[in-house]
């Protein structure tokens, strides 16, 4: 394999969905390790403590993110077709998630009182979570004498930095484009996001996860010049294992870090993996998997303490395959239906906000990012 990342962009067949799917599937492994005791997690027992399997999984999919969101804007009309797409991936699953979590399993499992559990404050509380801007992770008496603590729901803290991800290559692009208005007004949301949520953003946790999102938008961007191929992607991959093992904790810079990885990232996801592409056929389940797994292995740490790593990844996995699959076909794919809603209109006197950057492509139908 030796292709020009442009010519396989342009097609429909790619490994995203897998990829992603893998990632979430990865996350739940590494989480039954935090959520019970005993043991230590495989990638972080190789590392030294440098790093985990869901650590690696989530800088994953911040570079395919990273990759397609760029592109995402880079063939968008106008702000509102991009903005809208990226609203109708994220919010609509989240929103039952969340409210599920809170009038549903919190009542269920929780130890105080129904009265007292819906007078807290803290109950309401948690469905600031909706937007997505910072993530409040208690319940009142839910899960509180659980192995890890009290957090009802771990996985959603990566959630602020994605959506702050979309704003900044919309605030970027605004600029580059020299739209001044909108770069103005995108900027102004970026710089009120970050000062009211400083704890949260002006982290290395963030840093960290931008550099791997920014990686995989260069990709994209220098998509021209960067051929695939799987020689390259053997040597950066056993660069990365390397790395992990033996460099972690130094000043090697997270963003050799990020090229390794979105490198073989998007080498693989263009790779040729023959009848596997059937396990994404029926939908993409990894949105679904992610948002649902922490507070189902919660549930499980709750009421069969006893299970071990793997017993609780198992379940847990098995579960969650199931409730992210009623989410994409009831909830996600209906949803990401309504993006017809907003396709731009031209009108006479007002002309398209921005400009195409790049040639009009057929949209992905597999692989687009959350």
Known sequence: MRRNLNDCLKERENNFDLIRLLAAIAVIFSHS???????????????????TLGGISVCVFFVISGLLITKSFATSKNLVQYF????????????????????IIGPLFTTLPLKQYF??????????????????????????????????????????????????VA?????????????????????AIVFFNAHIFLTFKFLNNLIFFLCGSVMYLCRKKIKLSYTVAGICFV????????????????????????????TIAFANIGALKVITSKGDFSYGIYIWAWPVQQ????????????????????????????????????ALKLKRMFKP??????????????????????GESI
């Open 33 to 51: 390790y935090d959520l019970t005791p005993g043991g230590q997690e495989p990638i972080r027992l190789f590392s030294n403590g440098g790093g």
């Open 345 to 366: 209109v031209k009108t006479l006197n007002q002309p398209d906000t921005i400009i195409v950057l790049a040639p009009q492509l057929t949209p992905i139908q597999q």
């Open 299 to 334: 549930i499980l740490v709750l009421r069969y303490p006893a299970l071990n790593h793997f017993a609780n990844f198992f379940f847990a996995l098995i579960i969650c395959i199931v409730i992210s699959a009623l989410s994409w076909h009831f909830v996600e794919k209906k």
């Open 84 to 103: 809208s797409a990226r609203a109708l991936r994220i919010y609509p699953a989240l929103i039952v998630v969340i409210l599920t979590t809170a009038f």
């Open 239 to 266: 660069a990365y294992l390397f790395a992990i093992r033996f460099v972690h904790g130094s000043i090697f810079p997270v963003f050799i870090y990020g090229a390794l990885l979105s490198y073989i990232t998007v």
């Open 171 to 191: 605030c970027i692009g605004c600029l580059v484009l020299k739209n001044k208005f909108q770069f103005l007004v995108t900027a102004f949301i970026v710089i």
């Open 119 to 168: 007078a807290s404050g803290q109950t309401w509380l948690y469905l600031t979570n909706i937007p997505a801007l910072r993530i409040r992770q208690s319940l009142p008496g839910l899960f509180e004498y659980n192995f890890y603590g009290n957090p009802v729901n771990g996985s959603l803290w990566t959630l602020p930095h994605e959506i702050l991800c979309y704003l900044i």
